[in-house]
Structures are given as C-alpha cells and as structure tokens.
C-alpha cells in the first residue's frame, strides 16, 4: 500500500485519542483522530501490514500500528500525541514520526485528576497553537449542543430502541473530532435523530453493555445482534461524547473518565449497569493491551455477568468468537427465564 497522499493536509492536526479539541479548532484547524480515520479506512489490514513492513513487531497492539500508518496515508504533518492518560507505546510512536519529519505536540492527563495540573496542560496546549484561552472556551460553548444530540443518540439506543447499539457507538466516538467540522457534524447528527425518530423501536431481549477501548474488529454490533442481544451501552464511546455537566474545559476533561484510573470507571459502569437494566457486560480487550490487566478488576468488582473479549487484527471476528458470544447470549437468556419459572413453581 502507498502511504503518501496525493496532498499534505496543512490544516490537519493528527490526535492519537481524545484530547481537547476545541483549542485544535479555535486555532482555525481541523483535528483528525487517527484512530478513526485508520479504523474507518477502506482497507485498515492494509495499514497494519504497511506498519509492520516498516519495522513495527507482530506482537504489538494493532490500534498503534493502524494510527502510524494513517497519519501518513492522511498526509498528516503535525499530531498531538497523549504521553499520559492513554498508552505508553504513543511515546516510541511520537518518537518514530520525529525521526520521519512529523512535528510533535505533546499532552498529558495528570494521572492523579489534579486540576491545576491539568489547566497548565490545556493553556500548555493553547500556547503550542497560539491560542487564546478564551477563544478555546467560546469553541467550548459551542460544542455542548453538539454533544447533547450525540447524548439523545445514546438515550435513543438505550431507552426508546430506535437507535442502535452501532449508532450509538459511531456518533459517540465521532465526538473526539467532530469528523474535522462540528458545523458539518452538527448538521449530520440533526439529519440523523430526523430520520431515527421515525423508525419502529426495537425491543431487545437481552440489553448488554461494552466495556474497555472500542473494539478493533467490525462486526460486533452485529453478531451481538445476531444472537438476539443489543448493545445499550457504549463505555468509552460515551466519556469521548463528555457526558458530564461542567463548567470550563478544565472540569469538562477533570470529569472525563477514560484517562484516569479504573476505578472511578467501575463506579460509573455499576451505575449505568443499574441506570440501563443490563443483563451482562463484553468487556473488549486489545491483544497486547496493558488494559487487559482492567478484566480482574471489572469482575471483581460489578455484580453483572461479563465476556471479555480479545480481537487482534481489524476485520470481521473469527469463529471462536461467535461461538463465544452466542453461549454467552443463551447463558443471559436462561437466566433471564429462571426467575420466572420460579414465580410458577
Ligand atoms: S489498545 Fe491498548 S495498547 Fe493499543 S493503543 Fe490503545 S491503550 Fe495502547
């Protein structure tokens, strides 16, 4: 695969997660978050071998792979990379695009949620653009209703049926860039929730949630439907959309929970376990993710039936895991059925 673009894109600013993108935009850039640009490509295998043709190992997380590339085959020139709050790989990834010419910005979510810590990185992150704090905050502003729309998307999945779990996933995630154009988006979202509004609900028997980064793979959604289950809750898809109230952009990235430690996350995943009626939770795993090590702590500690699941490579999943989540799906269903038998007894 060639991986140079026909044209750099000057207005480009890579993200390698979720960061505060308002100052990208207040800056009069466009942030492309290159985990979706690589997972939405055409042919995102293609990236990773391309990647692994250029020296990274098998044996290495395939969502850093999948970003490496598509900074190049987006002709991206400059990218904000999270050295803390995400993936310590980032930190050799920033460290090769140096060496192959991409400038590097680097941001950081102080691991202990201090908030003077975090307001230097946010005005830290405004000066890297030359941006006045103020103007990153009116961005702000304007954004809220944006996410509020990606919000209804969710309570449209997760009350009403007529959004799925899919639809939920994308506009939540989508959230991390506004797709480059949060005026465009924001006519997207408004021409979405029109035409879902109209669609006959769904009543899903068994309503699951998934936990941990989104999956690598392309049909879960899917399968899970498949086997009559529906996805309702999207964790990490739902903190990209900031799902909190907050007053500024400190608090809003304070209250934001992926970068920060498990625990808060597991409060948060018992209450919408709670708040949403899930019979069971797939906790997705990356293969050679630290986050796996999260998997013992979530079943210590929710009172919820949960798979975890491990995909490596983008693509469809394999038969194994089919096989896995439809006896996870008949397992939920007859334990749904037992209590109801009981009350016959
Ligand atoms: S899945 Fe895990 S290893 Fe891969 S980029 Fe994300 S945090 Fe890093």
């Given at each position: 695969m060639e991986l140079m673009p026909d044209r750099p894109r000057a207005d480009a600013v890579g993200i390698t997660t979720t960061i505060p993108c308002e100052v990208i935009f207040a800056a009069g850039l466009r942030p492309v978050d290159l985990n979706n640009v690589f997972i939405t490509d055409p042919e995102p295998l293609k990236l990773v071998e391309e990647a692994e043709r250029r020296g990274?190992?098998?044996?290495?997380c395939c969502w850093i792979k999948g970003i490496y590339a598509a900074a190049h085959h987006h002709g991206i020139r400059r990218v904000v990379g999270v050295v803390q709050g995400d993936c310590s790989n980032t930190h050799a990834l920033m460290e090769i695009w140096q060496t192959e010419g991409l400038e590097v910005v680097e941001f950081a979510f102080p691991y202990n949620r201090n908030r003077e810590a975090l307001d230097a990185e946010i005005n830290r992150l405004c000066a890297a653009f030359g941006v006045n704090r103020a103007d990153a905050e009116k961005v702000r502003e304007r954004l809220q209703p944006i996410r509020a729309k990606a919000h209804e998307v969710d309570r449209l999945c997760a009350e009403?049926?007529?959004?799925?779990g899919f639809d939920s996933h994308l506009w939540m995630i989508s959230c991390s860039d506004f797709n480059g154009d949060y005026e465009e988006f924001d006519r997207g979202i408004m021409e979405f929730l029109e035409s879902v509004r109209g669609r006959r609900p769904r009543a899903a028997s068994m309503r699951l949630g998934l936990a941990g980064i989104p999956p690598i793979c392309s049909d879960l959604y899917d399968v899970v439907r498949d086997y009559g289950?529906?996805?309702?809750?999207?964790e990490t898809q739902r903190q990209f959309s900031m799902p909190f109230d907050a007053a500024d952009l400190t608090e809003q990235y304070v209250r934001y929970l992926y970068p920060y430690d498990v625990f808060s996350r597991v409060d948060d995943l018992a209450a919408e376990i709670r708040r949403r009626g899930l019979d069971g939770l797939i906790h997705y795993v990356q293969s050679?993710?630290?986050?796996?090590?999260h998997d013992r702590i979530l079943r210590e500690r929710l009172d919820v039936p949960i798979l975890t699941l491990e995909c490596d490579r983008p693509g469809p999943m394999d038969g194994r895991s089919h096989t896995r989540i439809e006896a996870f799906l008949e397992m939920i269903h007859e334990k749904k059925k037992r209590p109801a038998a009981a009350e016959h007894d």
């Open positions: 990274f190992p098998s044996n290495m009403e049926g007529k959004a799925t289950g529906e996805i309702v809750f999207n050679f993710c630290f986050r796996q090590l």
